[in-house]
C-alpha cells in the first residue's frame, strides 16, 4: 500500500511537471516562430533541461561524474525557471485573453506581431535569468538571525544558554562540501554553548554524503556541551538507518524519540518526524510518551522537524520547541501557500509558556535558490529566571 501511494503521487508530480514543460515549450516555438533556428535551439534546450535533473540523478547513482553533476545542476536550476517562465507565460496568456475580448492593443504593438512575440520572448527570458541568478546569490547567502528568550521558574544553576539552530542543510549533490564548510564556519563563529540540527541535514541518499567526505567536515562543528540532531522527512526518504548512522559518523548526537540532559539541568529531547508513522508502519510515539520520565521542573527543549500540532509541545511543558521543514516556501510565492498549511511557517512565536522557533532552513531542497526567503542559522539566547 506505501510502494502504490508513492507511485501514485510520484505520477502526479512527474506528469504535473511534463506537462508544464510541454505548456511552455509550445508557446516558445509559437513566440519564435518567424526564427526558425533558433526555435528548434529552444525547443531541444527545453527538451534537454527538462530530463536533465532526472538524467543526471540516474548518471550519478550509475558512475558518479562531472558530466552528471552538470545534469543535476543544469536541471536543479531549469526548475526555478520553469516556475518563473510559467508565471509570465500565464500573465501573458491572461492579458492576450482580455485584448480578443476588449480589444485594446496599440497599433504599434500589432504592427509587426511577429517581431512583438519575439520581443516579449526576450523580456521573460532576460528578466527570469535574472530572478534565478539573484535567488541563487540570496540562496548562498548565510544570514545570522539573534532571539532573545526568557524560560522562567526553571531549576537550574545556568543563567542562560546560547543555542545555535540550523536546519534543512539538505546535504548531497547541490549543498556538498563547500556549501557545508560555509555553514560549519559561521556557525563555530557564533561560539554557542549547544548546536542543535533540527531535521533533513542530509537530502535523499547518502552516497554522495560519504562520496564527498562530509561526515568529517560536520566534525568540525564545535559547541561546549555538544551538538544534537534531529530526523526529519528526507531521513526517510534516504533511508533512515543509513542516513542517522551517516550523522552519527559526523558526531552528531541523533535523538530518536530520546531525550538526553546537558549541562546537568536542561533536557534536549528529539522526536522522529511525522512521515516516521508511514515509514514505521505504526503511529508515531506520543511526545508525551518521549517526555515520560524525565524531571520538567527542569528545562525542556525539543527538536520536532515539521511544525504540526503545535499545541502538544505546550500541553507536555516543552519550554522551547525548533523545527525547520517548511524553508518558508524558498521560492515566491510558494510562501503564501506555506501560510496557509502551518500556524507558524517561520519565525517566532509564544504559546502558553512555550517558546516556538521554525526556521527556514540553511539550504535548499531542488534549485539552489530562494526568492520566497533567505537562507538562516539562529542564536537562541536563553535566559533563565
Known sequence: MKNLSFILVFSIILLTYLAVNYYLCRRTRQALVSLPKLRRIMTILIIVLTLSYFAGRLMERLFPSFIGMVFVWSGAFWMAALLYSLLFTILIDFIRLIHRII??????????????????????????????????????TLRVKELQIIVKNKRTPLEKLKITLVSDIHLGKINGRRRLNSIVETVNR????????AGDIID???????????????????????????????????????????????????????????????????????VSSRSEGKPRKALAEILSGIDKRLPVILMDH???????????????????????????????????????????MK????????????????????TGSHSEIVNINIRFQ
Open 306 to 348: 515539521t511544525p504540526f500540532n503545535l499545541e502538544e509541545a505546550s500541553n507536555n511543558g516543552v519550554d522551547l520547541q525548533v523545527s525547520g521543514h517548511t524553508h518558508y516556501g524558498q521560492l515566491w510565492p510558494v510562501n503564501y501557500i506555506i501560510r496557509m498549511i502551518y500556524e507558524l511557517s517561520w519565525g517566532y
Open 103 to 140: 480589444p485594446f492593443y496599440p497599433a504599434w504593438l500589432t504592427r509587426n506581431f511577429p517581431k512583438t512575440k519575439i520581443a516579449v520572448f526576450g523580456c521573460v527570458a532576460g528578466i527570469t535569468a535574472c530572478i534565478v541568478f539573484t535567488g541563487y546569490i540570496n540562496a548562498i
Open 190 to 197: 557564533q561560539q554557542p554553548d549547544v548546536i542543535l540540527l
Open 351 to 370: 504559546k502558553g509558556n512555550t517558546h516556538y522557533y521554525v526556521s527556514c532552513g540553511a539550504g535548499t531542497w531542488g534549485p539552489p535558490v530562494r
Open 204 to 274: 535523499d541518499e547518502v552516497s554522495s554524503f560519504y562520496r564527498q567526505n562530509l561526515h568529517q567536515i560536520l566534525r568540525k562543528f564545535q559547541a561546549r556541551y555538544g551538538v544534537y540532531g534531529v530526523t526529519g522527512n528526507h531521513e526517510y526518504i534516504a533511508g533512515v538507518d543509513a542516513t542517522v548512522k551517516a550523522m552519527e559518523a559526523g558526531g552528531i548526537r541523533v535523538l530518536q524519540n530520546e531525550a538526553a540532559k546537558i549541562a546537568g539541568s536542561i533536557y534536549v529531547a528529539g522526536r522522529n518526524d511525522w
